[in-house]
């Protein structure tokens, strides 16, 4: 593989995905498991490994066991692109499992799934073609394999049977990707993803109290003028975890109008927060109101600034 000689990138932007409701037409694609986890970055350069989130936070202290892990890659420099995942006992990724295992400081248990390799050695990648940076991926881990480190395998098989089996193993869905396509950091519909549920960040934008301290969350979502819109509110899938991280944290967030444009008389066991923490939901659909119908409460994400959540929409690429 060639690439272009240059120094190694200090920060490199992630390529984003695009949301679709079906494959594209043509046999160009490549598709892999989408990855029930949070989006991070590694940076190696020499003895020092860095873990970046999709916005950039460095995390590496939060990561100490995946770091050294990743220290012994057979490389002088490289980045790599992955998901961090908890992984159940029968290999599945365990979405609500990630923010107590940060939290907690108890990190060694999750596992870095890579599917990209961005730089190398001197030489950076973005401009080559996606299946030639996997194929180097793949080789180097196989050369070196590493305990907490997995490649994510391309899947050889029709994508619309490939998601009615990633659905019937509960799975999250497909990522596919355009063979040929090079790594620009923007979503160019290169990178594709098809879900099997609907899912969607929030971010909190209040909640009713009840005698236990909490009883649902008041959910917004950006509009495409930057406005915090009223999106629902959710109570279903709250587990004790969860509860007990917000009830630590939302009140000393409290403000005493919404932050929200437009907002819904609710009655006075409301109470509005500044707008900060994201959470993630899955829901039937979406109302004509803009309104998620049945969310169901799935996590709370400390990698994604509330100010960056919109409403994700489906991209027709055929």
């Known amino acids: 593989m060639a690439g272009t000689k240059t120094p190694i990138p200090p920060r490199i932007k992630p390529q984003l995905v695009s949301?679709?409701?079906?494959?594209?037409?043509g046999g160009a694609w490549r598709y892999e498991i989408k990855l029930d986890g949070w989006r991070f970055l590694a940076r190696i350069d020499g003895p020092v490994v860095q873990l970046f989130t999709k916005n950039g936070h460095d995390w590496t202290r939060k990561l100490p066991r995946l770091a050294r892990n990743l220290a012994r890659l057979a490389v002088h420099s490289?980045?790599?692109?992955?998901?961090i995942v908890f992984q159940h006992e029968d290999g599945r990724p365990v979405f609500h499992a990630l923010r107590p295992?940060?939290?907690s400081g108890q990190t060694d248990p999750l596992v870095y799934v890579a599917f990209d390799l961005l730089y190398l050695n001197g030489y950076d990648l973005r401009s080559e073609p996606v299946e030639l940076r996997r194929h180097a991926l793949?080789?180097?881990l196989e050369h070196c394999p590493l305990d907490q480190v997995r490649f994510s395998e391309t899947l050889d098989a029709d994508p619309v049977q490939l998601l009615h089996s990633a659905c019937r193993m509960e799975l999250e869905g497909l990522v596919g990707k355009r063979d040929g396509s090079i790594y620009t950091g923007e979503r160019d519909g290169a990178w594709i993803k098809l879900k099997c549920r609907n899912r969607q960040e929030v971010v909190i934008a209040g909640y009713t109290r009840t005698t236990s301290g909490?009883?649902?969350l008041?959910?917004?979502?950006?509009?495409?003028?930057?406005?915090?819109?009223?999106?629902?509110?959710?109570?279903?899938?709250?587990?004790r975890f969860s509860l007990q991280t917000l009830r630590a944290t939302l009140p000393a967030l409290a403000r005493?109008?919404?932050?929200?444009?437009?907002p819904p008389e609710l009655g006075k066991s409301v109470v509005w927060v500044e707008p900060r923490q994201v959470c993630e939901v899955e829901f039937a659909e979406l109302s004509p109101a803009g309104k998620l119908r049945h969310p169901v409460f799935k996590g709370l994400r400390d990698d994604k600034p509330a100010a960056d959540i919109s409403l994700e929409s489906d991209t027709d690429l055929l």
């Open 138 to 140: 793949c080789a180097l």
């Open 19 to 25: 949301l679709v409701t079906k494959p594209p037409a």
């Open 78 to 83: 490289a980045w790599l692109d992955g998901e």
């Open 256 to 262: 005493p109008r919404p932050a929200l444009v437009d």
């Open 101 to 103: 295992a940060f939290d």
């Open 214 to 216: 909490i009883g649902s």
């Open 218 to 239: 008041l959910l917004g979502i950006h509009d495409d003028a930057g406005g915090l819109v009223y999106a629902g509110r959710v109570r279903s899938g709250l587990d």
